[in-house]
């Protein structure tokens, strides 16, 4: 059964920390994505990456930064959290042929106060 | 740019009924490509269906199909004989591009959908 894990389910910091979300698939997939999700406004792409040390900023890069070292493994760091960063954030995977079918994790929700 | 307006923010159906979630979309790319996904209270994004938009026929998967209306700019999901595990959000979405030229989803605001027993 394929998988994409996210290291927390719940997440509350303080202002100004910086923040390490974790997302691992086990599919063997190229092709990786942050999403954050808020009400009223859908999925928005805030990084994805297409190979291991390879990124392309999405829509929303701002405030956001990625690391990804290894295939299975796609870090999003928030730099210094601030209050309008709290959101529920996604991550998923797919295979470069189908890059639209994307396997997608539980999400993370992340306060910020 | 693509947009996609799903424009119910909630619908309802009784169970083993058919219930239809819209989507329109605009973009002026002559290829392009529809997908829905599903994301349970779990929170879990699930795809659903694919529309291609030189298709001839309307997808389907088992019971979704996809009411793809090339000329009214509309593809409208459709779930028939609805069961109580379909509650959930629903997304529509279509393919649109970074900045980089790489492919990326365009979603819309999605559509919570309650099946009632």
């Known amino acids: 059964d394929v998988k994409v894990t996210q290291s927390s389910r719940y997440l509350v910091k303080r202002t100004g920390e910086k923040v390490f979300l974790e997302c691992v698939q086990d599919?063997?997939?190229?092709?990786m994505f942050w999403y954050r999700q808020d009400p009223g406004l859908g999925l928005r792409l805030i990084y994805f990456?297409?190979?291991?040390?390879?990124?392309e900023k999405g829509d929303i890069p701002e405030g956001y930064s990625v690391s990804r070292e290894k295939k299975e493994r796609f870090s999003l760091i928030l730099e210094s959290a601030s209050t309008n960063q709290t959101s529920m954030y996604l991550c998923?995977?797919?295979?470069?042929?189908?890059?639209?079918?994307?396997?997608f994790g539980p999400g993370t929700r992340l306060t910020v106060t | 740019a693509q947009k996609i307006t799903q424009t119910q923010p909630g619908m309802f159906v009784q169970e083993k009924e058919a219930v239809t979630l819209d989507c329109t979309y605009d973009?002026?790319?002559?290829?392009?490509?529809l997908f829905w996904y599903k994301q349970p209270s779990s929170g879990e994004m699930i795809f659903l269906i694919y529309?291609?938009?030189?298709?001839?026929q309307n997808a389907t998967e088992g019971r979704y199909s996809l009411n793809f209306q090339k000329a009214r700019k509309s593809a409208n999901l459709v779930i028939s004989a609805s069961q109580l595990g379909d509650s959930a959000m629903y997304f529509c979405?279509?393919?649109?591009?970074?900045?980089?030229?790489?492919?990326?989803?365009?979603f819309g605001k999605g559509t919570k959908l309650t099946v009632n027993p």
């Open positions: 998923a995977s797919s295979s470069p042929g189908l890059w639209y079918e994307q396997y």
């Open positions: 599919m063997d997939h190229e092709n």
């Open positions: 990456s297409y190979d291991v040390k390879m990124k």
């Open positions: 973009t002026s790319d002559p290829s392009y490509g």
């Open positions: 529309q291609g938009s030189y298709d001839q």
């Open positions: 979405a279509m393919r649109g591009a970074t900045q980089g030229g790489s492919e990326k989803l365009v």
